[in-house]
């Protein structure tokens, strides 16, 4: 993964409010690496271009 240096970096809880899911899924989508992250410490830091890719690629919520 490359990461551009004016890359915007994501928090799990600043990426779980943009993509609108709980911080759990968020974690659950690193482990199952459908999102690459940085760890830096103890905090994941998720660069946008990862946060647009997932967006590209989720399916669209329908209520039955």
Do not use: F, W
Request: glycine share 4%; no cysteine.
């Amino acid at each position: 993964m490359i990461i551009e240096p004016k890359e915007r970096l994501y928090t799990v809880d600043s990426a779980a409010k943009r993509l609108d899911i709980t911080k759990g899924r968020v974690h659950q989508l690193v482990i199952e690496k459908r999102i690459s992250a940085i760890k830096v410490g103890k905090v994941l830091l998720i660069p946008e271009s990862q946060i647009l890719k997932y967006e590209n690629e989720r399916r669209p919520y329908t209520k039955s």
